[in-house]
């Protein structure tokens, strides 16, 4: 393969148009806007210190740029991330509460995360995305949205909680605002900062609500001196650029961390492939899925050997980077190289910026990640695919985030094998001034025709189906008067396996003890042979295969005549 399938970065500086240029550097300047606040909420949300989200920020724009395919996709600290780090660097450090330990491990857990998209990517993995169906995802996403709010509430509000879970952090966020735990100057700035955000957002999106609202608070705890009435800053940031660093962890931490990355990947190739889909159908570009994985394995590994942690796309900030004109992946270069002045030449500018401010962005995150006109949505079109959603919902909201994705991707394959175990099943009548033959429950007045049943089963034919199937064949047979002939409209048949195979033949000759041929029409070719292959026309006639249902009945006419 050549080298520019597997560095698309090689490609895009030799087609690099220079009229790009000067949109590119403005939109770089504008993301920066972002990144820098977003970064360092989301590196705290993932219980690590603010710094290391600038640092991740970096590297996985560095790394994007070079192996990422999508001119525009904008990567970083993900707040849907956050809490699944959270959730495997926390318990692990709980006892010594090491920030330098959570750092390796966050880093570990980078690389880890870095090593199975880039293996997922060369061995073509990208399907795997499938396995958090959207009735699941969406419930995943509306649990996490509603975990990230309870968590950061109690910081809003100016004092923290020690709870664990979603249940214990709402009862002990409660517990702290009845006992005047809240500090009103920390309130007062992240509810103000919230509502700047939240307005801006909605009513005039092209203004940067979140740069206002950080610029605001920092200025606010500057001038009133906020930090001597109780509201906790970020404090001076370390100053340079980060160094390469090789993280080191227990091997005992390792089983956790490999369960935690895979828990990741799942999620951020998920998002990964839906938002490379939105952003290239407005670009003109195609999603190449395995090179985006690529792509953001490269940018993990980037990170996790500077001190960051596990990142993926973000819609929101490839959105404002689309429209502040970017036209390549130089708009993230210049976001990198930004930061990074910002952290050798002035790494004190955002001392006074209010931890509840870090908050309110966060907050803000976590609704847009919430949709409830969704669960809305699921609940008139199907109840079944919203109780997948609920259960989903309920599984992050109470158990925690990487169960929640475990129970996610139960759910959505259970779903599907559900759909195979009891599909769809129908009786076929001819409804007058309609050709064909059609399903009795959309059709209640279609006739009958006497010593004939029309039978569809909407599945593949499996181990998981093959009593269901014998038992409504038995049923059918045990009508006054029996029938003579059974006919199975097959196509939608796709597949037979040896089990399946075993109950025909067993079938066959219970139905023919009985005087009732069992017979198949429109059965597709691949599965046709697969009954040649197993021998089953031993026991079921060969002729008792038709290309169409109009052929099979009218050779039951003529039988019967």
Known sequence: MANTDW????RAAAEYKPAWVPRDLVAGIVLTTLLVPQGMAYAELAGLPAITGLYTTILCLLGYAVFGPSRVLVLGPDSSLGPMIAAVIVPIVAADGDPARAVALASMLGLMVGVMMT????????FVADLLSHPTQLGYMNGLALTILIGQLP??????????????????FVSGVTSGETVPAALALGAGG????????RWLPKIPGILIAVLGGIVAVGYFNLSDDGVDVVGALPQGFPPFTIPSVEWSDLGLLAAGALGITLVSVTDTISTASAFAERTGQ?????????GIGAANIAAGFFQGFPVSTSASRTAVAVQAGARSQLTGLVGAALITLML???????????????????????????DVAGMRRLWRQRRVEFSLAVAAFLGVALLGVLPGILVAVCLSVLNVFRRVWWPYRAVLGQADGVTGYHDLRSYPDAALIPGLVLYRFDAPLIFANARTFREEMRHLAHADPPPRWIIIAAEPITDID???????EDLDEELNEKGISLIFAEMKDPVRRKIDRYKLTRTINPEHFYPTIEDAVAAYRISAS
């Open 119 to 126: 293996l997922a990517a060369v061995f073509k993995l990208g």
């Open 7 to 10: 560095i698309p970065g090689l």
């Open 194 to 201: 919230l509502l700047v955000i939240l307005v801006l957002n």
């Open 344 to 370: 050798v030449l002035a790494p004190g500018l955002l001392k006074n910026l209010p931890q509840p401010m870090l908050a309110a962005v966060v907050i803000a995150a976590s609704l847009s990640l919430a």
């Open 155 to 172: 910081k809003l509000f100016g004092f923290s909680v020690d709870g664990e879970g979603l249940i214990e952090e709402a009862v002990g």
């Open 286 to 294: 195609e999603v190449r899925g395995n090179q985006e994985m690529a």
């Open 498 to 504: 040896t089990t399946a195979a075993d109950m025909l």
